[in-house]
């Protein structure tokens, strides 16, 4: 199949070339635009507590005051709020109201603080829109506004709160979106220019990449409105370093297997068409392997994940098809002058380093197994001390944004827990008026939960059917300690509910406790039904049922050495509270379905190289050699496009940025060109069982010598040959 489709676009390679320009404007120009949602809630299916807390909110107190942002108010010299400057908030506080901004609904005064140092505004929006972008554009109007109206008094104001915090985090997305395109670029420039010392050849998977990325995004702006999807605005980064990373990858393949059929003596046109046949079928097996691990996210509970895994499988998708017929058209147009100036294609190089390791391998597969396989559980040792943290808007941006510094600020002012404050809801079963002279009972066993700071009953709706009791904790909404809490405050308000009531309780707290279970929920099914749907794939490509449970072992060690090593760098290293709470699935995707690429490549070689009739080890010896220097430039840059991501300046994508680029040096640099082929060699033919895929296939009727493919073949294998031609 794959000689087939090499054929037919080098043999036509403007045809396929103006079919992907044709599509790319279509689908670009046609294309919806992508919405965003920065609501934490929205993650959350309708069958947890605090959504149906918050549908019930919504029911009984449709009118309730929640603000979505909040001004707060200090002295420029830091001393306390004089009478003046109580005038001048509420001066500010009524022009506020008067400007009739889009989305605010109402703009009232808020509590001083107990030292009298602070005071607020508190803001209210339509709640049918939170963390969508209209709110965000609604807060840059309130900032504004209010920080004029300061002007003059000795007052210094700031706006915090949910729509602030969507705010500065489109601004901080945008600014690491800059970043990470611009230090993709440069890393991929560089390291092609170093590697083949051609310009054609460094500039050239830029562009085409990006005629990928324009069409990648239009089919994912399709997919998001045809099944009613929510992006998120993180998506955006991490699409860049997949489509260019991944891209950079399949380019790599096909441009090794290209220039080594070129020194084997091909025709140019015909080394194309041998490169797409011989890797064809490990490029298209590595991108099964990715797109399937990243629809299965498709099952995450998480609305985020849920988002994210078909965008980046068609992203992937995307750049599998143009691997296979875009790139070989391109290149097969320019044919070796693609490697202009540089001559050093022409020839491999004598004695060359992954030779060296090959033989290394070749000589010594225990040791060399032993030795990589105990640097991975080393490192693994480190996920004990995982723990997960769950402010995705810290998390998101510098602690220097606007937003952030007002949550700081309150949380020292205030009740840490006054800015998001726990509700529980308590409705009659039946309809029926609730009984008032239980309301304060029940609000004293709240407030003697341990970790809350108070609780009593702040309304009831106009039936009379459902109270609102509002439970301040004592930490800050997104630690653990309130998520504990509130779980705490779950457990009373369902069991101290009186005889035909029943309790939900919501808030943020009881939002981030519900995410928890989601992700843990998560765990028990994405993980494993990725990992059984990449062993299929591996035992297709491979005809064989012992070698995909080997491999998938190792992408396993590998994927627990990174989360180790990402535990000792961030939280024993730099100190922070947890890795934010998704890091585990994504990496686990990444590290797994893409760090499985290599593997891929390296025992597909080593299958390549045993059917020429060499034993196990030298067939690992020789797979290193010859796959080694694709999977070391290939795992370098996509590691480099991933380490990118730092440049960010938030933890939720420097800590994913780590994690993912340390995990793809560990499956490139030790599964990949180790600890894999070692194994490999060292359980020798059982590893193809029950089929016989690593020996010699039999030549075909009447190819002695007169058969184009066999003719190729035989040309590559004495290419391989170390005592041959190539030295």
């Not at 808020?110 to 709110?135: C, E």
């Not at 985020?304 to 098809?321: D, E, H, N, R, S």
């Amino acid at each position: 199949m794959f000689r087939r489709i090499g054929n037919a676009v080098v043999r036509h390679p403007i045809w396929t070339i103006v079919a992907w320009l044709i599509a790319a404007v279509a689908i670009v120009a046609t294309a919806p635009s992508l919405p965003s949602n920065s609501d934490e809630s929205s993650f959350l299916p309708k069958s947890y507590e605090s959504i149906k807390a918050a549908d019930l909110q919504q029911k009984a107190f449709p009118s309730a005051f929640t603000p979505s942002a909040i001004a707060l108010y200090q002295r420029t010299d830091g001393g306390k709020l004089t009478a003046a400057d109580q005038k001048d908030v509420a001066r500010i506080t009524t022009e506020l109201g008067k400007k009739h901004i889009d989305q605010v609904q109402k703009v009232v005064p808020g509590p001083p603080s107990k030292d009298g140092k602070y005071t607020m505004t508190l803001v209210q929006m339509d709640s049918k829109n939170a963390g969508q972008p209209k709110q965000a554009d609604a807060a840059k109007e309130l900032r504004e506004q209010a920080k004029e109206l300061a002007k003059g008094t000795h007052l210094d104001v700031k706006l915090g709160g949910s729509a602030a915090q969507a705010l500065d985090q489109q601004d901080s997305s945008k600014r690491g979106e800059a970043l990470i395109g611009i230090g993709t670029f440069v890393i991929i420039l560089v390291t092609l220019l170093i590697i083949f010392r051609a310009p054609i050849l460094a500039v050239l998977p830029l562009v085409l990449i990006g005629l990928v990325s324009a069409v990648a995004n239009g089919l994912i702006a399709y997919a998001t409105k045809l099944f009613g999807l929510q992006a998120n605005s993180s998506i955006s980064s991490i699409l860049i370093v997949v489509l260019f990373g991944v891209g950079t990858d399949y380019f790599l393949f096909l441009i090794f297997r290209y220039r080594e059929s070129l020194r084997a003596g091909d025709e140019p046109k015909q080394a194309m068409i041998n490169a797409v046949d011989r890797v064809g079928e490990a490029i298209a097996s590595a991108a099964g392997a990715v797109i399937i691990a990243f629809l299965a996210l498709v099952l995450s509970t998480l609305g985020f994940l849920k988002q994210m895994g078909p965008a980046l499988a068609i992203a992937v998708g995307a750049t599998l098809v143009a691997g296979l017929t875009l790139i070989p058209a391109v290149v097969s147009l320019i044919g070796p002058k693609v490697f202009w100036p540089s001559k050093s294609w022409q020839k491999e190089p004598q004695n060359a380093r992954f030779a060296a390791l090959g033989r290394g391998v070749q000589r010594r597969p225990a040791l060399t197994a032993i030795v990589s396989g105990l640097v991975l559980l080393v490192l693994s040792i480190g996920t004990l001390g995982y723990k997960a943290t769950f402010d995705l808007a810290s998390g998101s941006m510098p602690e220097t944004k606007e937003s952030m510094v007002v949550q700081d600020r309150m949380q020292k002012a205030y009740s840490a827990g006054a800015a998001a404050p726990t509700d529980v809801y308590l409705s009659s079963t039946d309809g029926k008026q609730l009984d008032g002279s239980r309301f304060k009972e029940y609000a004293r066993k709240l407030g003697e939960v341990d970790g809350v700071a108070s609780a009593r009953m702040t309304q009831l709706n106009k039936e009379g059917n459902t109270a609102d009791f509002t439970v301040t904790l004592k930490y800050e909404a997104s630690t653990d300690k309130a998520i504990d809490a509130v779980g705490r405050v779950r457990d009373v308000a369902h069991s101290a509910a009186p005889e035909g009531t029943e309790a939900f309780v919501g808030g943020m707290s009881s939002i981030y406790k519900d995410i928890d279970a989601a992700v843990n929920h998560d765990y028990r099914t994405v993980f494993p039904v990725a990992a059984v749907l990449i062993m299929i794939i591996l035992g297709l490509l491979l005809r064989s049922v012992v070698a995909p449970w080997y491999l998938i072992a190792s992408v396993g060690l590998g994927f627990g050495a990174t989360l180790g090593a990402t535990v000792w760098i961030f939280q024993s290293g730099q100190g922070h509270s947890g890795l934010m709470f998704m890091l585990p699935v994504i990496m686990y995707l990444f590290v797994v379905a893409i760090g499985t690429d290599y593997n891929i490549l390296m025992i597909a070689r080593l299958r390549e190289e045993a059917r020429e009739g060499r034993d196990p080890r030298e067939a690992a010896g020789m797979a290193l050699r010859h796959a080694g220097p694709t999977v070391a430039a290939a795992g370098f840059i996509l590691a480099a496009t991933f380490a990118t991501m730092m440049l960010a300046g938030n933890s939720l994508l420097s800590e994913m940025g780590f994690a993912v680029s340390f995990g793809i040096v560990v499956a490139a640099f030790v599964m990949a060109m180790f600890f894999t082929p070692s194994l490999t060699a060292l359980i020798g033919h059982a590893a193809w069982w029950p089929g016989h895929g690593d020996r010699a296939e039999p030549p075909a009727a009447g190819a002695a010598g007169s058969g184009t493919v066999r003719h190729d073949e035989d040309r590559d294998s004495a290419a391989h040959d170390p005592a041959g031609r190539r030295g």
